[in-house]
């Protein structure tokens, strides 16, 4: 089992151009969630998506978009990429009531 | 505002010693306490829980402690060994009534082990 991927591991933009980042699962979890990672802030959580066919906000939403395409996938997309849109994002797992996480190895965006 | 907050940036111990990694919230209702582990270029992964209900839950050589009078948190990792090091983040989420947890980060602690 793979556990949770994602795609690209790397990227660079310039600024004002779009793309998507792709989160995969084969943990059968119902929740899956999006975070940004920034140096001396930790973890901050941009939207989750508790069950299939729901997605909410979290800390930091703006600049981004997200879709629950199935159980097992759930994407984020930023339309025009900013330089404050540099970090490293990762997309991580839940099951029901358990309150763990699982995260996906990361995505390393650089925006110029 | 930050209403997780792990105080140090970094800590070096020795091999063999004790690492004690702190944690401070604000928010009173937080209820689960959870830490986890990253190494570099890898995601993080869970290490230990513990809920408000308990003082003090162990896992090996790991064990966490809660305060909750003085919304304190404390990560134990005793004997500490060079595998270790790692940077360790404190999460934190309110008691869940649905299902999807929001976990709220502290901004890490750089543990390094030296051998």
């Known amino acids: 089992n793979a556990g949770v991927t994602q795609t690209p591991k790397f990227q660079v933009l310039k600024t004002g151009q779009s793309m998507t980042l792709q989160c995969a699962q084969d943990m059968n979890h119902n929740s899956m969630y999006w975070y940004r990672q920034d140096p001396g802030m930790g973890l901050r959580l941009i939207y989750y998506s508790a069950s299939e066919g729901t997605t909410d906000k979290g800390e930091v939403p703006n600049g981004y978009n997200v879709s629950r395409l199935n159980k097992r996938e759930f994407s984020l997309r930023l339309e025009s990429a900013a330089p404050s849109q540099t970090s490293v994002y990762f997309c991580?797992?839940?099951?029901?009531?358990?309150?763990?996480?699982?995260f996906g190895p990361g995505t390393r965006l650089t925006v110029t | 505002d930050q209403q997780v907050k792990q105080n140090s940036p970094s800590l070096s111990v020795q091999e063999g010693r004790i690492s004690i990694l702190n944690c401070d919230y604000t928010?009173?209702?937080?209820?689960?306490f959870l830490w986890y582990k990253k190494y570099p270029a890898e995601g993080p992964t869970f290490l230990i829980s513990?809920?408000?209900?308990?003082d003090k839950n162990e896992d090996g050589r790991f064990t966490v402690f809660l305060n909750k009078s003085a919304k304190h948190l404390s990560l134990h990792i005793v004997p500490s060994q060079p595998g270790d090091s790692a940077v360790y983040f404190c999460?934190?989420?309110?008691?869940?009534?649905?299902?999807?947890?929001?976990?709220?980060f502290g901004e890490g602690t750089q543990l390094t082990v030296n051998p």
């Open positions: 999460a934190a989420s309110p008691l869940r009534k649905t299902s999807g947890s929001r976990l709220t």
């Open positions: 928010n009173s209702m937080f209820d689960y």
């Open positions: 513990i809920s408000s209900i308990k």
């Open positions: 991580a797992t839940g099951q029901g009531f358990s309150y763990e996480q699982y």
